[in-house]
């Protein structure tokens, strides 16, 4: 479904974003450090296109991706260490927020709604990359991967973020690129939009995630937007 197929509007008081894939392409900057990880152990780099839908699934989709094995390999937490001190070493160097992002984050800023970021991304990832993005001073919120009890797609980290921002999940819209960001804002009680310009992952059809809408660029959410809020 596209943004003009709408199923519904919403009225939020704050617009919560996943970080990789939805808020930023941060897909270069990962696709680099598999590389230099690749390039270690004597392999061909591979194409930033191969890679880039499994951005999403972070580590663990990459290392697999790259070297063909998942955790319980005997290799798999070594080559999984080395890739996040490659990632840490240049975690803003490509990445970039995504087209008609800025525009719509001043713009829920002037209609009075909140946004903040909810992101499996660990806390030493999530931080100095939003710092560098120069969003950190204007979030009204940032849980990582590592702030809840519990990562997506269970509910606790939009449940977290609702509550960092006093209101309830429900006066939240959240927007995600994953079909584990629609699990988790529906066991939340969030309503939640699919970012079709994202990642999106390899062999899931978004429109069988059971959102509320797709979007199919940033700016398409304030189609979603019915009011807003009051200022109270």
Known sequence: MSASQKMATFSPKAVLFDLDGTLADTAPDLA??????????????????????????GAR????????????HPEFEPLKERFLEFY????CIDSRLYDGMPELLVQLEARGIAWGIVTNKATR?????????????????VVSGDTAARPKPHPDPLLLAAAQINLQPAQCLY??????????ARAAGMPVLVAGFGY??????PRHW????????PLDALKYLAASPSMG
């Open 61 to 72: 989709g990459l290392i697999a991706i790259g070297f063909g094995i998942t955790p319980g």
């Open 210 to 217: 059971g959102a509320d809408g797709i979007i199919d660029s």
């Open 200 to 205: 999106l992952g390899v062999g899931s059809n």
């Open 88 to 91: 840490a070493a240049g975690v």
């Open 32 to 57: 680099h450090a598999l590389n230099r990880l690749r390039s270690e152990r004597q392999c061909q780099p591979l194409p930033l296109a191969f890679s880039r839908p499994y951005t999403s699934s």
């Open 125 to 141: 990832f999530t931080t100095p990359l939003v710092a560098r993005l120069r969003l950190d001073q204007r979030a009204a919120c």
């Open 175 to 184: 927007v995600g690129d994953d079909l584990r960001d629609v699990q988790s």
